[in-house]
């Protein structure tokens, strides 16, 4: 019987990034990383290929990871968890809203007014509630929970400096919570993977989007867009929660030096460095905006005010939602806002 996931890779790895150790010896394990964005985002230069390196060094190359974006080994962004899960891939990185209501306790990052607007804070704060939300990624082995600075509204020809410049706009969400965001400022969601963002944005599909800045870039999003806006002090209109899981089967096979290597760089012994860098690419994206001649809106206190209040009607909306999910889901908004808070400091 032929080995279709062994065959698809191998005619693969010639043609995708291979970050190998140079050690001179061959990889005992070879592991395969799957995600939607291209090889030049920031997510694969600034994440992935320093991970795997590290991996790698302190594996003495007994694991390899190849790196395969832009989904090359086929699939659609929304199958991506199914993937991980199903031993399609070895490691993917996804987003909790590409599947909605399928990770219920980790949405809780996304609200509005629980992320603050640093990736390393929210992302350190997931790490202190994983006992509170890991049951939404118990058949997979999460090797990092972490979040991006924030949502930013980029609009192609209408500036938004208060909120009912927003009504009636079509506005491209990254997931539930962001749908429920956009509902309450009067606009109207459009649910689409971030792939597809620049052909519905030049072709007038959505007049907006909910995105950071650091995937603007590789987008070429401020090539088709005139303003990105930003609340009061640089606040965020919440965050998008990814998910950076390895399949369990895969890991368990590993010798116990090997599983130990890759727990030395999960979790909380990574989330500190990963939220920095997440909050250190959104410069590159603030300048490209800049340089492609885009304005650069911050709201005023009064418009903040506005925008406050129907975060938190999002804020009580998901909350009644996830207790009939039979989740403690007031306790969990004030954990989380707690920690975001205590690491935020």
Same mark, same amino acid.
């Given at each position: 019987?032929?080995?279709?996931?062994?065959?698809?890779?191998?005619?693969?790895?010639?043609?995708?990034?291979?970050?190998?150790?140079?050690?001179?010896?061959?990889?005992?394990?070879?592991?395969?990383?799957?995600?939607?964005?291209?090889?030049?985002?920031?997510?694969?230069?600034?994440?992935?290929?320093?991970?795997?390196?590290?991996?790698?060094?302190?594996?003495?190359?007994?694991?390899?990871?190849?790196?395969?974006?832009?989904?090359?080994?086929?699939?659609?962004?929304?199958?991506?968890?199914?993937?991980?899960?199903?031993?399609?891939?070895?490691?993917?990185?996804?987003?909790?809203?590409?599947?909605?209501?399928?990770?219920?306790?980790? !949405?809780?990052?996304?609200?509005?007014? *629980?992320?603050? $607007?640093? #990736? =390393?804070?929210? +992302?350190?704060?997931?790490?202190?509630? &994983?006992?509170?939300?890991?049951?939404?990624?118990?058949?997979?082995?999460?090797?990092?929970?972490?979040?991006?600075?924030?949502?930013?509204?980029?609009?192609?020809?209408?500036?938004?400096?208060?909120?009912?410049?927003?009504?009636?706009?079509?506005?491209?969400?990254?997931?539930?919570?962001?749908?429920?965001?956009?509902?309450?400022?009067?606009?109207?969601?459009?649910?689409?993977?971030?792939?597809?963002?620049?052909?519905?944005?030049?072709?007038?599909?959505?007049?907006?989007?909910?995105?950071?800045?650091?995937?603007?870039?590789?987008?070429?999003?401020? !090539?088709?867009?005139?303003?990105?806006? *930003?609340?009061? $002090?640089? #606040? =965020?209109?919440? +965050?998008?929660?990814?998910?950076?899981? &390895?399949?369990?089967?895969?890991?368990?096979?590993?010798?116990?030096?090997?599983?130990?290597?890759?727990?030395?760089?999960?979790?909380?012994?990574?989330?500190?460095?990963?939220?920095?860098?997440?909050?250190?690419v959104e410069q590159p994206g603030i300048a490209a905006m800049?340089?492609?001649?885009?304005?650069?809106?911050?709201?005023?206190?009064?418009?903040?005010?506005?925008?406050?209040?129907?975060?938190?009607?999002?804020?009580?909306?998901?909350?009644?939602?996830?207790?009939?999910?039979?989740?403690?889901?007031?306790?969990?908004?004030?954990?989380?806002?707690?920690?975001?808070?205590?690491?935020?400091?």
């Amino acid at each position: 019987m032929i080995d279709r996931k062994g065959f698809l890779v191998a005619a693969l790895s010639a043609l995708v990034l291979g970050t190998g150790a140079q050690t001179g010896r061959a990889a005992e394990v070879t592991l395969t990383l799957h995600h939607f964005l291209g090889p030049k985002a920031p997510a694969q230069t600034a994440f992935f290929e320093p991970w795997a390196k590290k991996v790698e060094a302190a594996s003495k190359g007994r694991i390899k990871i190849e790196i395969f974006p832009s989904m090359s080994m086929g699939g659609k962004p929304a199958e991506l968890y199914t993937q991980a899960r199903d031993g399609v891939a070895d490691i993917v990185w996804t987003l909790v809203g590409y599947t909605p209501g399928a990770f219920p306790r980790a !949405e809780v990052f996304e609200l509005p007014g *629980v992320h603050r $607007g640093s #990736a =390393r804070a929210t +992302t350190l704060a997931i790490q202190d509630l &994983m006992d509170r939300i890991g049951a939404d990624f118990a058949d997979t082995r999460p090797i990092l929970i972490h979040c991006h600075a924030g949502q930013v509204i980029f609009s192609v020809n209408k500036p938004i400096r208060a909120l009912p410049d927003l009504a009636g706009l079509k506005i491209r969400v990254p997931s539930r919570t962001g749908a429920m965001l956009i509902e309450a400022w009067g606009a109207q969601p459009v649910s689409m993977p971030v792939p597809e963002l620049p052909q519905a944005l030049s072709k007038g599909t959505v007049d907006a989007t909910l995105i950071p800045f650091e995937v603007a870039t590789p987008l070429k999003i401020p !090539e088709l867009v005139k303003y990105a806006t *930003v609340g009061a $002090g640089g #606040a =965020r209109f919440g +965050t998008s929660v990814f998910i950076f899981t &390895m399949n369990k089967k895969r890991y368990e096979s590993l010798p116990p030096d090997l599983k130990a290597v890759i727990d030395q760089h999960s979790g909380k012994n990574i989330a500190a460095e990963i939220g920095r860098v997440w909050d250190e690419v959104e410069q590159p994206g603030i300048a490209a905006m800049e340089k492609a001649g885009g304005q650069l809106i911050t709201l005023d206190a009064q418009a903040q005010k506005a925008f406050d209040e129907k975060a938190e009607a999002v804020v009580q909306r998901w909350i009644a939602e996830a207790k009939a999910k039979g989740i403690d889901a007031e306790a969990l908004v004030k954990a989380a806002r707690e920690a975001v808070a205590r690491h935020s400091l």
